[in-house]
């Protein structure tokens, strides 16, 4: 995913595709989207580990992927260096004993848990590619079938008000969502209530709800930039993604500028996207008063939706607390001895802290109302402050 927090210019029009702060919030891409799974294949058989495919090899490699490349790993290791290394020592003395996966994959697994971030995947167990499994480098679209459960889609509840439904953000559907915005215009103009319903949603690229903030914006929006860790790997990732057909041409010159950028300051934190505030042309008068239905299943990229979304004064965020994966983003994958992979983030948001801690709703839909939707619109309807 490109998760981003944000960048664009300080004063932007927001209706349309392109805005660079698409890149820092959808850089941070869920490790759950099929963006981020298609970089789980590598390009061919032969660049894949040989040699020692031991548990032993996999943990060396699985650690210095760590040391050089996570964000994460100076601040989290800080002050607690002993318990890694005792860590290390349990880990290790495990791998030992079998390289069969019932065993190395849970150790290494252990070990990947001490940094406690939702976006580190993995390690599992894999096995050599097939030849149609080679990745292409193109984002496979979404197809119109009808029992797609993260298909979007709007339903009318009535003259008043719609429901609109985002089962994800993953890259696949931003141009579905796009197009649904697009023919359902005039009615979401024109009413004065809408339901967004994000339950579920795992994340993706940050640019897919880029048509839907229109419908949203009350006045200026705050976005955190992001930082890479510029290892050398982090920055051939950051250049491969420039080749992906999902990249709007803003979000690629944003990351070509951080490319330029990061020549020359190797192992160092180098922005991506600076702190940004947005503001748009025109308020809509319509929809007038919008509820956004969030779950425990709400990551990632949902949760940079809820952080721009509740900066609006006709918005209300209802439900329980999201998932809490925000604070590393962009990840990517990597091939550890022994066909295991491992996804971990590149870079580290500058934004408020919410990883294993989530977003609290602005209302805690009680767990025995038995339709979170009819609360919402029963919540719409009434007057302000009631």
């Not at 999902?246 to 690629?252: F, K, N």
């Not at 180098?270 to 025109?282: A, K, N, S, Y």
């Not at 977003?359 to 767990?367: D, L």
Request: proline fraction near 8%; hydrophobic fraction near 35%; charge should be positive.
């Amino acid at each position: 995913m490109l998760r981003y927090r944000g960048t664009t210019a300080a004063r932007v029009k927001l209706g349309g595709r392109g805005r660079l702060r698409s890149v820092v919030l959808s850089l941070l891409v869920a490790s759950t989207t099929r963006a981020a799974a298609s970089s789980q294949t590598p390009p061919t058989a032969r660049a894949m580990p040989v040699g020692d495919s031991s548990c032993i090899a996999a943990l060396d490699s699985l650690q210095a992927i760590f040391r050089h490349d996570y964000p994460g790993y100076r601040e989290k290791v800080a002050g607690h260096a002993n318990q890694l290394a005792a860590l290390d020592d349990s880990v290790r003395a495990v791998a030992r004993t079998s390289d069969e996966y019932q065993v190395c994959i849970p150790a290494l697994q252990r070990w990947a848990r001490f940094f406690r971030d939702p976006h580190v995947t993995g390690p599992w167990q894999s096995g050599p590619p097939t030849p149609q499994a080679v990745n292409s480098g193109e984002v496979q679209t979404t197809g119109e079938h009808s029992a797609d459960p993260d298909r979007p889609s709007i339903h009318p509840l009535d003259d008043s008000s719609a429901v609109l439904r985002l089962p994800s953000f993953d890259s696949t559907y931003t141009a579905v969502i796009d197009s649904l915005i697009h023919a359902n215009g005039s009615r979401l103009r024109s009413i004065p209530y809408l339901i967004i319903d994000v339950r579920g949603n795992r994340g993706g690229y940050t640019g897919s709800y880029a048509s839907i903030s229109p419908l949203l914006y009350t006045g200026p929006i705050h976005f955190y930039g992001a930082d890479v860790w510029a290892s050398p790997a982090n920055i051939a990732h950051y250049r491969t993604m420039t080749r992906s057909a999902y990249l709007s041409v803003a979000d690629r010159r944003l990351i070509e500028s951080f490319l330029s950028r990061a020549t020359g300051h190797t192992n160092e934190f180098v922005e991506l996207g600076p702190d940004t505030t947005i503001r748009m042309d025109t308020v809509l008068p319509m929809p007038r008063r919008v509820a956004v239905l969030v779950d425990s299943a709400c990551a990632s990229s949902c949760e940079d939706f809820l952080l721009e979304a509740r900066q609006s004064t006709k918005v209300t965020t209802m439900g329980t607390h999201s998932a809490g994966v925000g604070d590393y983003g962009e990840v990517r994958f990597v091939w550890l001895p022994g066909w295991r992979r491992v996804g971990l983030p590149t870079n580290r948001s500058r934004g408020p802290r919410i990883d294993n801690v989530g977003i609290a709703p602005a209302i805690v839909i009680p767990g025995s109302e038995s339709d979170p939707v009819a609360f919402a619109r029963r919540y719409l309807a009434s007057p302000p402050g009631k």
